[in-house]
């Protein structure tokens, strides 16, 4: 299959060392988009693809699918020309979909034109028990993260009195929907779980802010009366949501699927 790239960053540089370590063998990397023109032209000279400026250059290339790795916006832009050109779409920003316009105006859109969207775990995972449980009966599903103070700068969570707290302090709670609109960079894998099972309206989303704390902790609890599911994923890196990429990728390839 002929792969495309969206995103020039660390995340888009994961797929592409994974290709060249082979790990992506029934793909043929044929383009990279980005915004910054030295970072685009870098990444697709290791990849040995071309460098492409606007998605109009990226679908020229024919890909069969294009893996995102940029941003909210970036998913909200080109999804539908993507999906409209013939192309499916491999989603890391998955809180673009907390908007359900947007949501449902995407889905027509790859149903019409035969294309697929399909949402990578990011820094997370067990979407298959928390669909699963969801399915069984009305199910109460929590997401509960812990991050170091640090990590919410530049957030409009962010206070300077968190950087000295010697206890945990929470500072959110809401919905999934509510959190993607605060924090668009930050509560990707929020969304991602609630589409897996309540959605974003439905999805009870708390963070708490603890002193020294390096990376994220994310915990998620999806309970009907007899079965309760927990998924609890803590990663100091962001690296594991790029490989979240290429686990998707060689899952579609695949003649079993996980």
Known sequence: ????????????????????????????????????????????????CKACFT???????????????ASVAA?????????SA??????????????????EKTAQTAKANGTKVHIA???????????????MDQARVTFETHKGPASLQNTPLFTEQLMTDTDETKVFAGTAKEAIALLPTKV???????LASVGPDAEHVE?????????????????????????DVYSSTSAIAGWSIVALLQNLASPIVF
């Open 75 to 83: 998913v909200k832009d080109y999804a539908e020309q993507i999906l």
């Open 55 to 69: 998605i109009e250059e990226l679908l020229a290339q024919q890909p069969d699918i294009v893996a995102e790795a």
């Open 188 to 194: 990707n894998v929020a969304v991602a779980a609630s």
């Open 86 to 103: 013939g192309a499916s779409l491999a989603v890391l920003s998955i809180g673009a979909f907390a908007d359900q316009a947007f949501y």
């Open 207 to 231: 963070i708490t802010s603890v002193p020294r704390f390096v990376g994220d902790d994310h915990r998620i609890t999806a309970q009907i009366d007899g079965v309760k599911a927990v998924v």
């Open 121 to 135: 775990s990011g820094a997370i995972g067990g979407f298959d028990v928390l669909r699963t449980v969801s399915l």
């Open 1 to 48: 299959m002929r792969l495309a790239i969206l995103g020039n960053g660390f995340l888009a540089g994961i797929v592409v060392e994974a290709a060249k370590k082979g790990l992506l063998a029934d793909y043929e990397l044929v383009g990279v988009l980005g915004r910054s023109e030295d970072k685009t032209k870098a990444l697709a000279e290791k990849a040995g």
